[in-house]
């Protein structure tokens, strides 16, 4: 069974998008910590990334980065309530493969992680 891992500073957003998740089948992990999500992925074992834009301890755009140089290929979801055009344009240039808007939905995030596999 494939593991998303969710990188939120809100638990209660973060329980949201992990009942989302669940819902669609996936096992999941959740971080507050974008330090502590880093040192996840090195470990292996997960399949695809959902991050939060805006954090206090590090950007979005930081972590896309950080992530990218230990594993090109894992799909990156950005799932934020800042929509701009530039903050969608950085993440794609990071790295990221997909940028959300908040407030997400069920199907949303069922498109998107179920048609990455």
């Given amino acids: ?10 638990p209660d957003h973060a329980f949201i998008i992990q009942r989302y998740v669940v819902d669609c089948g ?4 959740t971080c507050t910590d974008p330090f502590l999500a880093i040192k996840l992925i090195k ?4 399949d695809i990334i ?3 834009l805006l954090m206090p301890i590090m ?3 930081e972590l896309i980065k950080y992530v990218r140089l230990i594993d090109d290929k894992i799909p990156i979801i950005v799932v934020t309530a800042y929509c701009s055009e530039q903050h969608q344009l950085n993440s794609i240039n990071a790295g990221a493969n997909h940028f959300v808007c908040k407030p997400i939905d069920r199907q949303t995030i069922k498109d998107l992680i179920v048609n990455m596999y």
């Fill in 59 to 61: 950007s979005g755009i």
């Fill in 26 to 29: 996936f096992l999941t992990a």
């Fill in 43 to 46: 470990t292996g074992g997960i």
């Fill in 1 to 10: 069974m494939k593991t998303v891992l969710i990188i939120e500073d809100h």
């Fill in 50 to 52: 959902i991050t939060d």
